[in-house]
């Protein structure tokens, strides 16, 4: 059973940063990616980055480029989201989730972690 766990979230202000995690459990990642993704309040649920466990491949949506990084640690099987420069609108609840690299679709998904960032 695949388990994944965010923590990391909180309020920060504009310009600020926060580091969540995402600890995964459950079974060998080693052809799996992982990918964080926020739903803002009243919007849909949006990509943010992804990272391959493997080779460490990542993208960025346009909106954050520059800004998170996304990385992991292959021993901890921890992902982490790295958040500098934060908006007003980076407030969010952000999920981690996973999938096989060849899946169309994401179908393990953390909890969520809220961030709010003040102006």
């Known amino acids: 059973q695949v388990q994944l766990v965010e923590s990391g979230g909180g309020l920060v202000q504009a310009g600020g940063s926060l580091r969540l995690s995402c600890a995964a459990s459950g079974r060998t990642f080693s052809s799996y990616v992982m990918g964080w993704f926020r739903q803002p309040p009243g919007k849909e649920r949006e990509f943010v980055a992804t990272?391959?466990?493997?080779?460490?491949?990542?993208s960025y949506a346009d909106s954050v480029k520059g800004r998170f990084t996304i990385s992991r640690d292959n021993v901890k099987n921890t992902v982490y989201l790295q958040m500098n420069s934060l908006k007003p609108e980076d407030t969010a609840l952000y999920y981690c989730?996973?999938?096989?690299?060849?899946?169309?679709?994401?179908?393990?998904w953390g909890q969520g972690t809220q961030v709010t960032v003040s102006s």
């Open positions: 989730a996973t999938k096989r690299i060849v899946a169309s679709v994401y179908n393990y």
């Open positions: 990272i391959t466990w493997s080779g460490g491949s990542t």
